[in-house]
């Protein structure tokens, strides 16, 4: 079956700091991938997506791309900012009817001042 | 992409009681989908809700406990029945599967059983 893998939290940065989040699945096919953001006591905000292999996705500074040969779509953002705190959940969907998301577990993200 | 108002957005409930959520879609879609978060977890679906037919539910999850409704296109309820403290979660509802906008999410609603 299907199953997305992310790295577990929480991570604590500083802010400007580098993040990286890692994400590999595994999937029959070619799945659409997902990143989602969910900020403390809110529900889940697509945050980018990518459809096909190589396709890079992004959005408010972060950005994923679609490997398909080490099956991964990491999130990376080259400077956070304390409000990048939040829960970020890796997922995929595959391409059929019917479909729906798979989730990894959530990464905690904490940015301090 | 599709706007989903849940509601309501939290509650308290005595063990025992039911709930039933309510999530209204301003568009019309085909399938609606319910997930619970239980504290500190990632998302489980519970079940995918089609119009004019049951709901399909997942392993772990069945219909006496998680009767859902799918009266038209744009409307899904969700009914927490018989509730225990373990039912204490965070449910959302999602629409959505074009891969051109992905999934949208409700804002979810935070259930705590005493």
């Known amino acids: 079956g299907n199953s997305v893998t992310q790295m577990e939290g929480p991570v604590t940065l500083s802010e400007e700091a580098f993040l990286t989040i890692n994400c590999t699945y595994t999937a029959t096919g070619y799945p659409s991938l997902f990143w989602y953001v969910q900020y403390p006591g809110e529900g889940l905000q697509l945050l980018l997506k990518a459809t096909k292999a190589d396709d890079k996705g992004s959005n408010k500074g972060f950005e994923a791309t679609y490997r398909k040969e080490t099956t991964s779509f990491h999130l990376e953002k080259g400077s956070v900012q304390v409000s990048d705190s939040a829960v970020y959940f890796c997922?995929?969907?595959?391409?059929?009817?019917?479909?729906?998301?798979?989730f990894g577990g959530g990464t905690r993200v904490l940015v301090k001042p | 992409s599709a706007v989903i108002s849940q509601k309501p957005s939290r509650d308290i409930c005595q063990r025992g009681t039911s709930l039933t959520i309510q999530c209204q879609v301003d568009?019309?879609?085909?399938?609606m989908f319910w997930y619970r978060q239980q504290p500190g977890q990632s998302l489980t679906l519970i079940a995918t809700?089609?119009?004019?037919?049951?709901?399909?539910?997942e392993s772990g999850f069945v219909i006496d406990k998680f009767p859902i409704s799918r009266p038209n296109l744009t409307f899904s309820t969700l009914t927490v029945s018989n509730m225990s403290p373990e039912d204490s979660s965070i449910y959302l509802c999602?629409?959505?599967?074009?891969?051109?906008?992905?999934?949208?999410f409700g804002s979810g609603t935070r259930l705590t059983v005493v």
């Open positions: 568009s019309q879609v085909t399938m």
């Open positions: 997922a995929l969907s595959p391409k059929a009817a019917g479909n729906k998301l798979t």
């Open positions: 809700a089609n119009q004019g037919s049951e709901a399909t539910y």
């Open positions: 999602s629409v959505g599967g074009r891969e051109d906008y992905g999934y949208t």
